[in-house]
């Protein structure tokens, strides 16, 4: 039979709640009703996934979805909030039932994974968009924001930096891989660029102890500028402490001189785009990583926090404005860093 609007929503969106997820009324009403637990503040974020910017037309149906919540997740995560609600619109071009189970498994495979619940969203035709708002708790006082970072703070992110934006070099033959482990570090790549990992644990735990945090996704350099400008501070990074997964170093060690195929977009003739680490560390983005701005004396109690992910300091942030990138031994760095992706 038919997918109908509401027979669609309520076969693949609708989902029984439990009384502690503080859902008064779901799906099926003019608006949700949520219990926002007593002193606590609400942080809410949206992001909107577009085919063919966001990704491609043939993207599986399970990494459109996963992606779609992981950022929002990711932003969440950023301002130290603990993820309660989603609600999800959602425009399709028809209403296709394999790539539906497909879409609402990854959506909820993640949803559960962090404890958020869907309470409703919209339903429309057209060209393929996912849009997921998110809203989180907080208590008053707690939220880490971009304003904040002080003279003297370490600069830390999460994680590793540059892998997804090397899987999406890789599948653009912007560059390739070279043996043995090639097979295993594409998997892996790929999986950061199409799968991203919130780091809602490290927002939770490290949200009493930074002055400011991002997330960490049109590439470092644009990001931590948000921070240096909101903070009126600036900062120094050492590009050689970057911290790289054994995928991505790999390929640094090995990469080959040219890449697999000129850009096909810049027409014949054309300079091909050729991928550079530094590049793909500080710009590349789509790391869903933070960076956050920690005091002298949170360090000392780093060791005794379980933030679910690898803590690497990278810089010091300084008063004089601006962003200075070197290398460890001193020498300053030039890169030809694009800035954040802009739609407009
Ligand atoms: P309204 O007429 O108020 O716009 P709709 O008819 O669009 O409501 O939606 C009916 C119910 O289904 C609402 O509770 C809405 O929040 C929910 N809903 C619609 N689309 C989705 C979706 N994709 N995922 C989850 N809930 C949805
Ligand atoms: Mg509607």
Redesign the pocket.
């Known amino acids: 039979m038919a997918l109908t609007?509401?027979s669609?929503?309520a076969r693949?969106?609708?989902r029984t709640t439990t009384p502690d997820s503080g859902v008064v009324q779901?799906?099926?009403?003019?608006?949700?009703l949520l219990a926002v637990r007593g002193d606590r503040q609400l942080a809410v974020a949206i992001d909107t996934l577009v085919e063919g910017v966001h990704f491609p037309a043939d993207a599986a149906p399970g990494d459109i979805a996963h992606k779609a919540l992981a950022v929002n997740l990711s932003d969440l995560a950023a301002m130290g909030a603990e993820p309660r609600w989603f609600?999800?619109?959602?425009t399709l071009s028809a209403a296709e039932p394999d790539w539906l189970e497909a879409f609402a498994h990854g959506l909820f495979v993640l949803a559960d994974e962090y404890g958020i619940v869907?309470?409703?969203?919209?339903?429309t035709r057209g060209p393929l968009c996912v849009t997921v708002q998110v809203a989180g708790e907080v208590p008053p006082g707690e939220a880490m924001t971009r304003h904040g970072a002080m003279p003297g703070d370490g600069i830390y992110v999460t994680g590793t930096l540059g892998d997804a934006a090397l899987g999406l070099a890789l599948l653009q033959q912007h560059t390739r891989l070279s043996a043995p482990k090639r097979v295993r570090d594409e998997a892996a790549l790929l999986a950061r660029l199409h799968r991203p990992v919130p780091r809602v644990q490290a927002g939770l735990v490290l949200r009493s102890l930074a002055h400011a945090a991002i997330d960490v996704s049109d590439g470092l350099a644009a990001d931590l500028g948000h921070i240096l400008a909101a903070s009126g501070v600036g900062a120094t990074v050492d590009v050689d402490a970057l911290p790289r997964s054994p995928a991505f170093r790999r390929w640094e060690q090995t990469r080959p001189a040219v890449p697999a195929k000129a850009d096909a977009a810049n027409g014949p003739g054309a300079v091909p785009t050729q991928a550079e680490p530094l590049a793909l560390l500080l710009g590349g983005g789509d790391d869903y990583e933070l960076c956050l701005c920690l005091p002298a004396e949170a360090v000392a109690q780093l060791d005794a926090l379980e933030p679910g992910v690898a803590l690497t300091r990278i810089g010091t942030v300084e008063a004089q404005a601006g962003l200075r990138l070197q290398h460890a031994d001193g020498r300053s760095c030039a890169v030809p860093v694009r800035s954040g992706y802009a739609h407009f």
């Open positions: 609007e509401f669609l929503i693949y969106f609708s779901g799906i099926g009403d003019d608006a949700a609600t999800l619109a959602l869907l309470v409703g969203g919209d339903t």
